[in-house]
DNA sequence: CGGTCTATTGAACGACCGTTGAAGTCTAAG
DNA sequence: CTTAGACTTCAACGGTCGTTCAATAGACCG
């Protein structure tokens, strides 16, 4: 079988997200990226009309499948338990679930792009708008459904507790082998299944503490 | 009263500071930095010996006085617990508590610094070497006093607790404004006071949580 | 005063940056 | 074949980058 060839506008996709991914926006340059794709310098500004819209055409290229993945999920999780509100755990695993199933099951290029989408949410000149853009419909819903999950918490709680579940989330995406470091190699970086194991059972139960503080 | 008049080098290192803390390494040029110090451009040469020495320096220099701050206040919090080890809630507040202290009560650079911190702690470029130079030999304290607080938990489950619990902090730190939007104003990045009071509690649950996870 | 060391200045270097436009190639329709 | 249109190539543009170096200024000491 011959695998359908790649256009070169996916060429370079693929090749600024990896690139993006690992030095920043500014860290690469043009001709980086056109090397690495195999293709001419002036292809980029003919296909996407300079850096930052090939930067932002990145973003936007699996940004819709994966808030697609997490409504799905969510919807699913949501019907299962109603009429009652679906469980925090339930809620959180929709959000982790499809980014370490797509780490797991599907290609390289959502490693490099989870690991830019790190770089770009903890980044003070891109987080705001580019995030927003892209997320911000669906990140209202999850954070509606963590409200019924918990509904003693003050919605300060549950936002706080959002930007600290992203946090988590966005520091173990990177991928910066600081932990292998720190462990002396017991745990890896890059262990998908060791990170689900935790993360959703670390997330829910610190939303719990949080919407029971002081009480 | 006159303020002690600041020297070449603490002008260069506080213009880089705000400037890297805000545009990242590469984002950054030494012209921007020295016209922002009122400073020659040759001078970054001359005192550091180049960009990256900068970097570095800036890093350094406000690195040993947090890692100072958190061993005592470790020792303080292991102390009046002993012979019992320190609660979990004491030993991440040993962790947390100078970074927002200073935060609060400290000038502007210090906030500039800990946005840096973050971009860093969040680079795959630089996170490993950097961050590790600089604060390994604290961070494995603290990951003792959790381990000695959690004496049920496995070692694994702690190490990535850690990498959960810097997550959350991190992105926190990088106030990157993302937290206003989705909250429609109700939350501010930099409302110090908001961060301490939830920081904590949601950490030493997830804590908790990984190390009775399954149990 | 002259001499020495440190700090600062201003100009310049070569390299690389993102972007542009004219020329060339390829494909499909008339 | 001719033509139109999409795509690709190549060379070059003006700018900015980090770095270097000789010249200058200032402070301290004899």
Redesign the pocket.
């Known amino acids: 079988m011959a695998r359908a060839k790649r256009?070169?506008k996916e060429k370079l996709l693929d090749a600024a997200e990896k690139l993006f991914a690992r030095k920043g926006y500014h860290g690469?340059?043009?001709?980086?990226i056109t090397r690495e794709a195999g293709?001419?310098?002036?292809?980029?500004?003919?296909?996407f009309?300079?850096?930052?819209k090939l930067f932002e055409a990145v973003l936007d290229r699996r940004g819709a499948m994966l808030n697609e993945e997490r409504l799905r999920r969510l919807e699913e999780v949501c019907r299962a338990a109603a009429p009652r509100p679906a469980a925090t755990e339930a809620v959180v695993g929709a959000f982790f679930d499809p980014i370490l199933d797509f780490l797991e099951h599907a290609g390289p290029g959502w490693h490099s792009y989870f690991s830019l989408l790190a770089w770009v949410n903890n980044s003070p000149q891109w987080g705001k708008r580019l995030m927003g853009k892209t997320f911000n419909a669906t990140v209202k819903r999850f954070i509606e459904a963590l409200m019924d999950s918990l509904p003693k918490a003050a919605p300060e709680d549950i936002y706080w507790g959002y930007n600290f579940l992203t946090g988590a989330l966005t520091l173990s995406l990177a991928e910066t082998g600081r932990l292998d470091v720190l462990s002396a190699g017991l745990c890896r970086s890059a262990d998908v299944a060791a990170l689900r194991a935790r993360l959703g059972p670390f997330v829910a139960a610190g939303l719990r503490g949080l919407a029971q503080r002081g009480g």
């Open positions: 256009t070169t690469t340059s043009l001709r980086q293709v001419d310098l002036a292809l980029v500004n003919y296909h009309g300079g850096k930052e």
